[in-house]
């Protein structure tokens, strides 16, 4: 048992301390113009499902998808927010209320 402790002792300073030789370690370079504009994507494409699931006036929809294009960065990630909140809580009064708030911000902002 000791010797196990110990081994597991040194497995670990030598990952940690020394080089990770025993853990493969890969650093993915981005270019932050890309990682930004890929967050920006993901941010729309959250809210854009929630849009879909959620209202059935197909014109209503076009005009909301339309407006979110036109939202900041900012504005985008707060809305997104919200639509990980209505995801979550699907059918509760607290994702209704994400839903109401996601919905009072498109037409607002």
């Not at 014109?59 to 960065?73: C, H, I, M, N, Y």
């Amino acid at each position: 048992m000791l010797i196990i402790g110990v081994c597991l002792l040194a497995f670990q300073i030598n990952i940690f301390i020394g080089k990770p030789s025993f853990a493969a370690v890969y650093t993915i370079e981005q270019d932050p113009r890309n990682a930004t504009l890929s967050a920006r994507t993901s941010n729309v494409l959250k809210i854009l499902s929630v849009l879909d699931n959620r209202m059935t006036d197909q014109p209503l929809l076009e005009k909301a998808k339309g407006k979110v294009f036109t939202l900041s960065d900012q504005h985008t990630r707060l809305i997104a927010s919200l639509s990980d909140q209505v995801a979550k809580e699907r059918s509760s009064t607290s994702g209704d209320i994400a839903f109401l708030l996601l919905t009072a911000l498109i037409i607002l902002l």
